[in-house]
């Protein structure tokens, strides 16, 4: 990527921000200046080269050198435009700093586009935002880590018939907009088009969604991808994940998924397996580690590969998983450990969710790790 001098190029953005901001639409929801930590963290690292070698290697490849992986989550996903109102900070570089002491080596950066963007076309994103994100991004990569990217609570993303021109139109801006803003950067960031894309409150939302929905996400994941290969340059061969209705395991999710004619294409599934431990808190269970809960994880794991990687030739990352504190740590340290173990080895990349609540490991206000017994288990099992 080409930059300039630091002065320049942090006056250039300034100028940017000032121009957009008095062209933008009354539609726009407006994005709070940018907090004084994050202004002097950009000053100072404004000149700081990012990763930029766009190798020619395949998906597989590329999965197979991202080891474990860490999730900044209830962040940049924040459903609404303050990013702090689920009780995080924002970030900065001393978190991800430590995400990567700890030893992982893949950063997943959900972000939801929706609360900074018009809501009509051309569906423009403030460039306040995206500066924001680009700095974490930025911070990832100078940590020699992989980053991914994605649209997370965007919930304008509704797979009906009915709502798929302007679904499909306004995923094309915001690709659009999102290539050509990190149309420079290497291979080390990944695109995920989608987060867990399904029609929300529905009987079907977590259970597979209908026949319908299921062949409407795929028509929205080739046109992610067809916008973000027009942007040219290294997004020609950017690695781009897709996901199944809802990013579940459902036999009809797996079954209906058709991946985009595309040879750098990763697929995302999200397990948080068995649930009843994992996440569910009425009628479940913070007990886990007997045999026969073992070997139902083994089972869904296999199934995962069986159907991705062996049928299919194409890579797979774990977005998302991981267990709920219910006081039960020497429990959740055994899961994570003999769940990280059995997706590293069957070549499936595991990123951890953290969202700083309930799935918590890395506590942001006071910069130290919550729980690193959990964290050092899952970087140990990538080893």
């Not at 002097?40 to 080269?49: G, L, T």
């Amino acid at each position: 990527m080409q930059k300039g001098t630091r002065s320049i190029g942090f006056n250039l953005l300034f100028i940017f921000i000032f121009v957009f901001s008095s062209c933008k639409s009354d539609d726009a929801i407006p994005t709070p200046s940018l907090p004084e930590e994050m202004e002097e963290e950009m000053e100072n690292n404004m000149d700081n080269d990012s990763s930029e070698e766009m190798r020619d290697i395949s998906s597989t490849e590329l999965v197979a050198e991202m080891g474990v992986g860490w999730n900044l989550g209830n962040s940049f996903d924040v459903r609404n435009s303050d990013k702090t109102v689920w009780g995080n900070p924002l970030p900065l570089s001393t978190h991800i700093n430590a995400v990567k002491e700890m030893g992982f080596e893949t950063l997943r950066i959900p972000v939801t586009w929706n609360f900074n963007m018009l809501a009509q076309a051309p569906y423009t994103v403030e460039i306040p935002y995206l500066a924001r994100v680009k700095r974490i991004v930025d911070v990832g990569l100078q940590n020699d880590m992989h980053v991914i990217i994605n649209t997370h609570h965007d919930d304008w993303i509704i797979p009906t018939e009915a709502e798929a021109p302007i679904v499909k139109e306004r995923l094309a801006s915001l690709w659009t907009q999102i290539g050509n803003h990190f149309i420079d950067y290497g291979d080390k960031l990944i695109f995920e088009v989608m987060n867990e894309p399904r029609h929300i409150d529905t009987p079907e939302e977590w259970s597979g969604g209908t026949a319908e929905g299921r062949r409407v996400l795929n028509e929205f994941h080739q046109v992610c991808v067809d916008a973000i290969r027009a942007t040219g340059n290294n997004n020609a061969k950017r690695h781009i994940m897709v996901s199944t209705y809802a990013a579940s395991t459902t036999q009809n999710a797996f079954a209906d998924l058709i991946i985009p004619d595309d040879p750098n294409i990763i697929v995302s599934i999200h397990s948080y397996f068995p649930w009843i431990f994992a996440g569910q808190d009425a009628g479940g269970t913070n007990n886990w580690g007997s045999d026969a809960d073992k070997s139902a994880l083994d089972r869904e794991l296999d199934r995962i590969k069986e159907r991705w990687v062996t049928q299919e030739n194409r890579p797979v990352i774990l977005g998302e998983w991981g267990a709920k504190d219910k006081n039960n740590l020497s429990t959740r340290v055994s899961y994570v450990d003999y769940y990280a173990r059995g997706a590293v080895a069957r070549g499936l990349v595991p990123i951890i969710w953290d969202d700083g609540g309930d799935f918590g490991l890395y506590d942001r206000h006071a910069m130290s790790w919550k729980y690193p017994e959990i964290a050092r288990a899952v970087v140990e099992a990538g080893k």
